[in-house]
């Protein structure tokens, strides 16, 4: 089975999940405890790539600025032009809440 098709039903169980919690406090309390603070900041690295990216700074801007390599940031920026259009909305409009 592709990478992409056995996530499929991984993401779906994990959004499930997120959608019953009630508020950003249990929320918080959930991810504190399910995650190790590396997988935490792997993710928050993430984000801050992503919206890097959209924001139109530089790849050597970004790898300077959060000490990530190029090949991540290359990911990000295929992920950005190529991936599913609906993903990069969803980028611009939790960056358009910040």
Request: proline share 3%; aromatic share 4%; charged share 30%.
């Given at each position: 089975?592709?990478?992409?098709?056995?996530?499929?039903?991984?993401?779906?169980?994990?959004?499930?999940?997120?959608?019953?919690?009630?508020?950003?406090?249990?929320?918080?309390?959930f991810?504190?405890?399910?995650?190790?603070?590396?997988?935490?900041?792997?993710i928050?690295?993430?984000?801050?790539?992503?919206?890097?990216?959209e924001?139109?700074?530089?790849?050597?801007?970004?790898?300077?600025?959060?000490?990530?390599?190029?090949?991540?940031?290359?990911?990000?920026?295929?992920?950005?032009?190529?991936?599913?259009?609906?993903?990069?909305?969803?980028?611009?409009?939790?960056?358009?809440?910040?």
């Open positions: 089975m592709p990478q992409q098709n056995k996530m499929v039903p991984l993401v779906k169980e994990l959004a499930n999940i997120l959608c019953k919690l009630e508020d950003i406090a249990e929320l918080e309390l991810l504190h405890g399910l995650l190790t603070p590396s997988e935490i900041e792997e928050i690295n993430r984000w801050h790539l992503l919206r890097a990216l924001e139109g700074e530089t790849h050597r801007q970004i790898s300077s600025k959060l000490g990530v390599s190029l090949g991540k940031i290359a990911r990000g920026s295929r992920l950005i032009k190529y991936g599913d259009e609906n993903f990069v909305e969803i980028i611009r409009k939790i960056k358009g809440k910040e």
